[in-house]
């Protein structure tokens, strides 16, 4: 059996949660909500999806797992682990968009 890189195994377990909230898949124009958005690795990036986190919190909300995901992704960032932030950013930024329901 081989060894799947952690980087590998987030990014297969973030798309498949965001395929089960329906948000993958829209095409520009495909009639979804959202239009589709061209994003690069970049600490511009970084900063930008953890003020997405940031803004989709609810007010006085409860600390989660998508906190320690996005202090996590925030570090990474700082660190020069782009790629690494940026999945953890995503990842909190699914579970704060589509809580699980109690």
Known sequence: ?????????????TLAFAAAAGS?????GGGGADPLAVTSDT???CH?????VVAARPPGGA????????????RLCRQGDVLGGILRLR?????ELHPADP
């Open 1 to 13: 059996m081989t060894r799947v890189p952690l980087a590998l195994a987030m990014l297969a377990a």
């Open 24 to 28: 993958v898949g829209r095409a520009a």
């Open 43 to 45: 600490t511009h990036y």
């Open 48 to 52: 930008s999806l953890a003020a997405k």
């Open 63 to 74: 600390t989660t797992a998508a906190d320690a995901l996005a202090a996590a992704g925030r």
């Open 91 to 95: 990842h909190a930024l699914l579970l």
